[in-house]
């Protein structure tokens, strides 16, 4: 019975450097989502998968990000050339279980780009 | 575009109070709302959710309500404690996506 699981929780980085955060969603759910939570923009949607459908990636700020998901299970968010702005909390989220709609956050990850 | 808010921004109240929540959505047409509690340096714990063809779910000490037509919902919490401290989130769906919405976030302190 475990939970949405994140690594690394906490990752410090110099700008320009790229870094991967990596989410493990909860067993079964067929969907995932990354958001990001910043001090001046509250928590806002990146990007979204389900099952082998294309991934909505309307949250995506820039071309710097990307994300994957492998064989439906495991996700990696990529951010590109890191700014000081991408400074957050990064948080992954998965659904598709009994209650197929409600969303189950992992603990995030702190990213600092120094 | 849809925007969600939530009233107050920051709550103080002794331990043994009810209180509410609220949360708005300028968009009626949602999908489902979720309410959250976040505590301090940690990630979002699920407390309620309620889909668009309901008006109410209620789990323990604490009842959300929802009224699509006037974009409210609300959070009641019976009797507080202290351990109810933290920032409680609502979140919406708009209908034809899955991605939530975020609340600015209600930052709930109750005293023992």
């Known amino acids: 019975g475990a939970g949405v699981s994140q690594s690394p929780s906490n990752k410090v980085t110099e700008k320009g450097k790229d870094v991967e955060l990596r989410c493990d969603p909860i067993?079964?759910?067929?969907?995932l989502y990354w958001y990001r939570q910043s001090l001046g923009q509250g928590l806002e949607f990146l990007i979204y998968?389900?099952?082998?459908?294309?991934?909505?990636k309307s949250g995506l700020p820039s071309d710097r990000f990307s994300a994957e998901r492998t064989g439906g299970s495991v996700s990696t968010l990529t951010i590109q050339r890191t700014q000081q702005e991408d400074s957050a909390v990064y948080l992954c989220a998965s659904s598709g279980g009994t209650s197929i709609y409600e969303q189950y956050f992992g603990p995030g990850t702190r990213l600092t780009v120094t | 575009k849809q925007e969600v808010t939530q009233i107050p921004a920051a709550l103080s109240v002794p331990e043994g109070e009810n209180l509410v929540l609220n949360c708005s959505f300028t968009d009626s047409a949602i999908y489902n709302l979720q309410w959250f509690r976040q505590d301090p340096g940690k990630g979002l714990t699920s407390l309620l959710l309620?889909?668009?063809?309901?008006r109410e779910q209620t789990s323990g000490r604490l009842n959300a309500s929802l009224d699509k037509s006037s974009g409210r919902s609300t959070l009641y919490i019976a009797a507080s404690q202290p351990g109810d401290s933290a920032t409680y989130l609502c979140?919406?769906?708009?209908?034809?996506?899955?991605?939530?919405?975020f609340g600015t976030g209600t930052r709930l302190k109750v005293l023992a």
């Open positions: 979140a919406v769906t708009t209908s034809g996506t899955y991605k939530y919405i």
């Open positions: 067993s079964g759910h067929t969907a």
């Open positions: 998968f389900q099952g082998n459908s294309a991934p909505d």
């Open positions: 309620i889909q668009s063809s309901q």
